[in-house]
């Protein structure tokens, strides 16, 4: 799949006169793929400064600078943040330009950030506030739900909690309840994790499968897996890294059997066999998603096995209830909250800010049309909503801030 940067770099070395017939072949491919591609080539050309800007996005990405070439890259970044925070109207900028330099500028900002840090306080916040205050991020944290009732909340633990004869956390506390070794709970029983919004949490269930659940999911698994079926239901998003087990029931001589994992969602039904994927469901989305890092899954409706497809890695697939469509992604963004970022590789406004929604626990409102601006780059989950959303605004999109009825709001102002 051809990225952003790559395009950045194959049209820079268009105009420079030096691509490879390979090169000259993927740039024609793009421009066909979509006619506002080609709009957006044409008007390269009348905007003065774009060799400039495309160097620069080139030059991010090439892991080979020396530390001179640095001390440049961070001067024109500089100058970029510095003129993108004039008076919108002062700039002269189509919106098909704004698709590159968004994505130009969010690649930049994450050095601009780290040149910043610790200064902030000294400069002037473009950021509108009204009856709020600033948000800090989320953290680990969950609750868990016994099949008694019981609620359990998990502290705050990166490692996360672990399942097995005994409920623990993973550096080896122990649970504040009863020890599970001497109740009367069938394995099949199922236990339900909760992550609220403003958090996630790590789970090792009884088979060693590893389960990172994000912000606003619930993940309902039993206390101990039986020998031949595994089966976990996911309402929200996580990324799983299943183990490998195979059945002790094999004929003798025959090839040990493995022992599939299912994963329920709304509507769906995966199957593999020891992979590493992430499934985002969230109710009130009406689309699943399941990315595939590693391994073979198979994808099918809810009590219509015949509808299914095979993933394969590198590959995601959308499914609305009805029918499914395959594509290739970028994997790294798939995971990235797993890793403590916001990974933004071309989504829109809107999904981009659906993200900040539930990190943060925020109302988004759009006071006029949804922007039309793609972000591209990488921002640390770490930090508070304020400083988020001031790298976001350098796009052009016009953010505010406000508190009303103990909740605090987006409002998306347009472009």
Known sequence: MTVPRDIAYLIFHHFQ???????QHELQTWLNSDPQHRVFFEQLAENSGWEQDLAI??????????????????????EKVQAMEEPV?????????WYAAAAILLCCFSIYFI????????????????????????????????????VIALKSDDQGIQMGEEIQYVNGDRLATTDL???????????????PVKNFYKIILSDGTQVWVNSGSKLHYPLRFDKNNRVVELEGEAYFEVAKLTSNNAVRGAKPSRIPFLVKTKGQLLEVLGTKFNVTAYPNIKTTKTTLLEGKVVVSAAGYPSKSVLLTPGKQSSF???????????????????????????????????QLGKWYDIDIQYIAKEPR?????????????????EILQKSGVKLRLEGKADRTRLMIEGE
């Open 17 to 23: 006169g030096d691509l490879t017939d390979l090169e």
């Open 57 to 78: 996005w080139h030059r991010l990405n090439n892991t080979s600078k020396k530390s001179q070439d640095d001390q440049m890259l961070l001067t024109k970044v500089m």
């Open 89 to 97: 109207q002062t700039r002269k900028v189509s919106a098909l330009w």
């Open 115 to 150: 040149v910043q840090k610790g200064q902030s306080d000294k400069q002037d916040q473009t950021l509108t506030y009204k009856n709020t205050e600033d948000i800090k991020p989320g953290k680990s944290g969950a609750r868990l739900t016994l099949p008694d009732g019981t």
């Open 181 to 195: 070794t001497n109740t009367k709970i069938a394995d099949n029983t199922l236990l339900t994790l909760e992550v």
């Open 320 to 354: 609305d209830g009805n029918a499914f469509q395959i594509k290739e992604v970028d994997v790294d963004q798939a995971i990235a909250w797993k890793d403590g970022l916001f990974y933004f590789d071309g989504e829109d406004a809107k999904e981009a800010f659906e």
């Open 373 to 389: 601006v793609a972000f591209f780059g990488t921002i640390e989950r770490n930090k508070s909503l304020k400083t988020v959303v």
